[in-house]
């Protein structure tokens, strides 16, 4: 079943949707204006347009954001509603003010946040920048394809990706998987942590309270970790082309070797390991933060 709803767009023009009436909140984004840039990766210069939306919150419910090709940005926000913008980029001006913000929930609650392509389809060279300003969720998953994804101060537990592009997080208290393939991972202020690239680094820095394992995996770049006092973890760490450095206080050393090293904090509850092939493999102590 399908419900005609109206909307006012960003040129001031009233706009005709029909969207299906179960789990749909927000089909929007009709006629946007244009910008001389929108963050996009690896884009020909082609036509732009700027798109804005809003929702309803639901407290604690999880958030899915999908972008085949653009950077997200997941931002904590005050208030009792969702704001959504878009930066398009299409390969034709009608394609560009014709693609549209969609935001739709679940039957629990979950809102799910993309972008619709003329046709149902993303042309080559097309994509979305987008920006989600959320007061809170549960789990945060985010994917894009060529972007940068970062996310701060959102979510208990998450799963961010990108092709191409860094990825940054932020006080995230739950589990985390955090990954890429060309380009950095950087985590700060987490309890626990599963990061992974192929071409960049990886530093996490992790919360005072750490409360489960932390792997970290690259192939071209160096693995950084730093670990606070009350840190109680096997730490598995190794490298082929570079060198193995344990410098945090209170490891105690099983293993020690220029490329492999294994250190142990506290009762070494956890099992983790940091490893990669050309770079080196840090850990360090967490420095406290000025009050």
């Known amino acids: 079943m399908r419900k005609t709803i109206s909307v006012l767009c960003a040129a001031g023009r009233l706009c005709v949707v029909s969207a299906p009436v179960v789990g749909v909140v927000g089909v929007l984004g009709a006629m946007g204006s244009s910008l001389s840039g929108c963050g996009l990766v690896g884009m020909d210069p082609t ?7 809003s929702v309803p919150q639901e407290k604690a419910k999880a958030l899915y954001v999908d972008s085949e090709n653009g950077s997200i940005e997941i931002v904590q926000a005050e208030g009792d509603k969702v704001t959504i913008h878009a ?3 299409g390969k034709t001006q009608d394609r560009a003010d014709k693609a549209a913000i969609v935001a739709t929930r ?3 609650g979950a809102l799910h946040v993309s972008v619709k392509w003329p046709d149902g389809k993303r042309q ?7 920006v989600v300003k959320i007061p809170d969720a549960s789990d945060v998953h985010v994917h894009t394809t060529n972007g940068n994804v970062t996310c701060k101060n959102i979510g208990v537990k998450g799963d961010l990706s990108t092709d191409n592009g860094s990825v940054k997080v932020w006080a995230m208290p739950g589990e985390l998987k955090a990954s890429t393939i060309n380009g950095n991972v950087e985590l700060v202020d ?13 530093n996490v820095t992790l919360s005072d309270a750490p409360s489960g394992p932390v792997t970290c995996e ?17 730490l598995d760490c190794q490298t082929t082309n570079g060198a193995v450095k344990c410098e ?11 490329t ?32």
């Open 47 to 53: 036509f732009k347009a700027a798109k804005d939306a």
């Open 87 to 89: 930066d398009i980029q």
């Open 106 to 108: 679940d039957t629990d």
């Open 124 to 130: 080559n060279n097309e994509g979305a920048a987008l």
């Open 190 to 202: 987490v309890p626990s942590a599963h990061a992974s690239t192929v071409n960049g680094s990886v």
């Open 218 to 234: 690259t192939t071209n770049g160096s693995v950084t970790l730093f670990v606070p006092a009350a840190f109680n973890q096997t």
């Open 248 to 258: 945090a206080p209170g490891a105690k050393t099983t293993q020690a070797g220029k």
């Open 260 to 291: 492999h090293v294994v250190c142990v904090f506290g009762a070494g509850e956890h099992k983790g390991s940091l490893e990669t092939t050309n770079g080196s493999v840090y850990v360090k102590a967490k420095v406290a933060e000025k009050k």
